[in-house]
C-alpha cells in the first residue's frame, strides 16, 4: 500500500454496503477498514491510524451519536463524516453538534457516491491541516517551556551570584576598622540585595512579568535590617504590605527606593541608635504608596543631606523611572517619606 494512500475507517452495521464503499473509495486512492459495530470500530482506531471516519449513524444496537464522543475522545482531531438514511435534520444537527465534520444523507445511486467522496476529500484536508496546527501549537509550547526554565535558571544564577557578592561585602564591613567605610559597606550591601532578592522573587514565580511587591519588599526590608544591625544599631523595622502585582522592572526601582529610605532613616534617625522605623505599602485604584515614617530628629527633605549624597541621587533617579517623586510630609515628629506610584506605571504589561 503506498504510504501517501489515504485511509478511511467505515463504521456501518450493513456488511454488503461495507464491501460496495470500499470498492468505490479504492477507485480514488483511499484504503478503506470496515468496522461492523461500535466495539470494532474502537478497536480499530485504536490499533491503526486513519485520516477519516465515516460513521453511520444506524449501527443496529447503537447509533452513530452514542460512538461519536467516544471517537472524539480518543481521537480528537480526526474528522468524522456522519452518514444517515435519514432525512431528518435534528439527527444532522445533533451530529454536527457532537464533533462530526460533516454529514451525508445516505442514498443509492451516484449522487450518494459524488457527497461522500466530496466530503471526505475536504475532511482529509481539513485533517492535515488540524495535525498541522497541532504540532506547531506544540513546539510553541515546548519553546516557552524551555524559555521559561532558561530564565528561571538565569535567574537563580544570578540571585546566587548577587547573594554571594552581598555575603564577600558584609564580611569586609566587619572587619573594616573605620566607621565610615563600615558604613557604606553596609549600604552597597543593601542595594545589592535589593536586586538579588528579585532575582530570587523571580525564579519562584509563575510570571517573570511581575512580582508581589509586598512580598517582595518583605525580603527587601528583612536583608536592610539584618545589614544595618550588624553596625550595632537597635532600631527597629515594622511593615506593614500589601498585595499588590507589580512590573518586574518597576519593582526593583520601588525596592531601591524602600532600601535607601529605611536605611537613612535606621542610620541617622536616631542618635542613639534606639527608636522605631515604619514602613506602609498601601494600595488603591491609584496606583501605590510607599511610606517610610519615624520618630526620630527630623528631616524634610531641604538642606544638607548627611553622607556622600550618592543615596538621594539613586532615590531620585528610581522615583523618575516611576514617574513620580519622593515627598517629604510635614509632620511634628520625625521624618516622613512617601512615594506615590501611579497604577498604569506598575501594571504588569
Given at each position: ?96 453538534k457532537a ?85 557604606a ?18 525564579y ?5 512579568r ?11 526590608l ?75 530628629v527630623?528631616?524634610r ?49
Amino acid at each position: 500500500m503506498p504510504d501517501t494512500q489515504k485511509r478511511v475507517l467505515y463504521v456501518d452495521d450493513d456488511a454488503a454496503l461495507g464491501r460496495l464503499v470500499q470498492r468505490r473509495l479504492a477507485r480514488h486512492g483511499f484504503a478503506v477498514v470496515h468496522a461492523a459495530d461500535a466495539a470494532a470500530g474502537l478497536e480499530a482506531l485504536a490499533g491503526e491510524a486513519f485520516d477519516v471516519v465515516i460513521l453511520d449513524h444506524d449501527l443496529g444496537t447503537s447509533t452513530g451519536l452514542d460512538l461519536l464522543p467516544r471517537i472524539r475522545e480518543q481521537a480528537p482531531s480526526l474528522p468524522v463524516i456522519y452518514v444517515t438514511a435519514s432525512t431528518e435534520l435534528a439527527i444532522a444537527v445533533e451530529a454536527l453538534k457532537a464533533g462530526a465534520f460533516d454529514y451525508v444523507v445516505k442514498t443509492v445511486g451516484d449522487d450518494f457516491d459524488a457527497l461522500l467522496l466530496s466530503a471526505i476529500t475536504q475532511a482529509v484536508e481539513k485533517g492535515v491541516l488540524l495535525r498541522l496546527k497541532e504540532k506547531a501549537e506544540r513546539e510553541v509550547a515546548e519553546a516557552r517551556d524551555h524559555a521559561l526554565v532558561l530564565l528561571a535558571e538565569v535567574n537563580h544564577r544570578v540571585s546566587n551570584s548577587l547573594a554571594l557578592v552581598s555575603s564577600l561585602i558584609r564580611m569586609q564591613a566587619s572587619a573594616s576598622k573605620d566607621p565610615e567605610t563600615r558604613a557604606a559597606l553596609v549600604t552597597t550591601q543593601a542595594r545589592i540585595a535589593a536586586v538579588g532578592d528579585l532575582h530570587r522573587n523571580l525564579y519562584t514565580s509563575d510570571d517573570v512579568r511581575s512580582v508581589d511587591l509586598g512580598a517582595y519588599l518583605t525580603s527587601v526590608l528583612d536583608a536592610v535590617r539584618q545589614s544595618v544591625a550588624d553596625t550595632g544599631s537597635a532600631a527597629t523595622l515594622t511593615f506593614t504590605p500589601a498585595t499588590v502585582l507589580c512590573r518586574t522592572d518597576k519593582a526593583v526601582s520601588v525596592g531601591m527606593i524602600a532600601t535607601e529610605l529605611v536605611t537613612n532613616a535606621l542610620k541617622y534617625a536616631y542618635p542613639d541608635k534606639a527608636g522605631e522605623v515604619r514602613v506602609t505599602l498601601a494600595t488603591d485604584a491609584d496606583g501605590i504608596t510607599l511610606t517610610v515614617a519615624d520618630d526620630g530628629v527630623g528631616w524634610r527633605g531641604t538642606g544638607p543631606v548627611r553622607g556622600s549624597g550618592l543615596g538621594s541621587r539613586i532615590i531620585a533617579s528610581m522615583a523618575k523611572s516611576l514617574d513620580s517623586q519622593v515627598d517629604y510630609v510635614d509632620v511634628s515628629t520625625g521624618t516622613c517619606a512617601r512615594l506615590k506610584v501611579p497604577a498604569a506605571v506598575i501594571e504588569r504589561r
